[in-house]
């Protein structure tokens, strides 16, 4: 996947109307936007479909989808024919899981995220044991799109090792959560970064900030 600066907004907030204010002012330095929970629960998945068509991007549906295979592929079935060009989905729920989405993706011409290791300080608790397996798993599978920490970034550089060169590593945790987007992008494709964008008093001076920093 190609991502516009490298930067792909995490568009958590709660209303189209919000979600339209900031887009008018900033769409014209992104092409790739991630979509949650909180958008889709507040506004329904129309949301994805919305800002995919009115802002011509490509979006990246965050669900984390963690269930039984046969669920998953609902989720993703459903998540894809609203518009959606990829899907995050969780590793530690076990290849079949991971499967079901794949299916459903290939079927549709779409795309997952395998998630590795999450950014947080808990992740360290229950996930980070298992996050360089889940890596593994993912190129067992044939995975090309993974998501891991930047506020760890000697684990993003061991998933980036296991996952190898040509893989594709988005990673969040950049700016509020304290992770560093040049340093970062040694071993990420690209980062997602959402509050310190669409929490700045200005977005563009912002994101204008964020894309200097990384290309000098
Ligand atoms: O900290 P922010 O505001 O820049 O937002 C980061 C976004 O990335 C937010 O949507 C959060 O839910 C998501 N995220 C993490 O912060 N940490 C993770 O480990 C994983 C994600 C995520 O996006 O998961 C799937 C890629």
């Known amino acids: 996947m190609e991502v516009k600066n490298k930067i792909i907004l995490a568009l958590d907030v709660l209303s189209m109307d919000q979600a339209r204010e900031l887009l008018d002012e900033i769409s014209d330095y992104l092409d790739t936007i991630k979509i949650g929970y909180p958008l889709v629960l507040a506004e329904g998945l129309e949301a994805v479909t919305q800002v995919k068509e009115e802002y011509q991007c490509k979006i990246i549906t965050d669900f984390k989808v963690a269930d039984i295979p046969a669920t998953n592929q609902k989720i993703a079935n459903v998540t894809f024919q609203a518009g959606a060009d990829a899907l995050i989905v969780h590793g530690f ?16 011409g779409k795309e997952v995220f395998l998630l590795t290791e999450m950014s947080h300080p808990g992740a360290s608790q229950f996930l980070q044991p298992v996050s360089m397996d889940i890596a593994h798993m993912g190129v067992e599978m044939g995975i090309q799109n993974y998501v891991g920490p930047s506020t760890r970034l000697d684990r993003l550089e061991k998933i980036r090792s296991i996952i190898g060169k040509d893989s594709f590593l988005i990673s969040p945790g950049v700016g509020t959560q304290g992770g560093d987007p040049k340093d970062t992008l040694k071993f990420a494709d690209a980062l997602i970064i959402g509050r310190s964008i669409y929490l700045a008093p200005d977005p563009v001076e912002s994101l204008e900030s964020i894309i200097d920093s990384i290309e000098f």
């Open 93 to 108: 729920v076990g290849p079949d899981s991971v499967a079901s989405c794949v299916e459903s993706a290939e079927k549709q």
